[in-house]
């Protein structure tokens, strides 16, 4: 059987792992001159990039998860520094108050559930708040030896001011109510896997 050249090209598109060289040696298109001395072939994988893409490198800090919430964290804080300035507040005292503007009168422990801040850092921000005249420490009524956090007529006067500084901080930030949103919940479903 004579075989024409479009016939050759025919049967080589029905096996993509032929290349050119194997095409022309093929059993069913006859012997040729490379056909009895082939080289020896190596085609390996066809689309390496996309079957084996290359891996983030470990140790680039950028391509860490931990290390852009711990940079986007940092940033944050030093955004709001400037904005505080003016309450004379760091940015710990200010999720303290945040909370107690949200629920006045609460015990230490619920403080530090609310605001993710231990017993040793809590004690002394609560200490340096209570100096400045924003909160004072009540004795419970159902048990005395327990202290309620509470805002003075100070802290309150505060609220409205200080907690629109939130608005002023976001409009730097190119992204969207629902972008930051879904952030604002992977964050906290990242929180609640890592202490489970």
């Known amino acids: ?20 060289q194997n095409c022309l040696s093929h059993p069913e298109l006859g012997s040729t001159e490379q056909s009895q001395n082939p080289e020896p ?19 680039c800090l950028s391509d860490n998860v931990c290390f852009a919430l711990y940079s986007a964290s940092n940033a944050l804080v030093r955004a ?8 004379e507040l760091t940015f710990p005292q200010y999720l303290v108050m945040q909370t107690l503007w949200r629920q006045n009168g609460c015990s230490q422990t619920q403080l530090s559930a609310a605001t993710k801040l231990d017993m040793g850092t809590l004690t002394p921000i609560v200490k340096r708040l209570e100096v400045k005249g924003l909160i004072t420490r009540l004795a419970c009524v159902e048990d005395e030896r327990k202290k309620l956090i509470t805002l003075t007529t100070q802290g309150e006067a505060i609220k409205h001011e200080a907690l629109a500084l939130k608005q002023t901080l976001l409009s730097k930030v190119q992204m969207d109510a629902e972008a930051l949103d879904l952030l604002r919940r992977q964050c906290l479903a990242l929180i609640e896997d890592l202490q489970s």
């Open 1 to 20: 059987m004579r075989w024409g050249g479009s016939d050759k090209i025919a049967l080589c598109l029905n096996d993509r792992r032929l290349n050119v």
């Open 41 to 59: 072939q190596n085609p390996g994988p066809y689309n390496t990039e996309v079957q084996n893409p290359e891996p983030r490198d470990a140790l």
């Open 80 to 87: 709001y520094r400037p904005l505080l300035e003016a309450y």
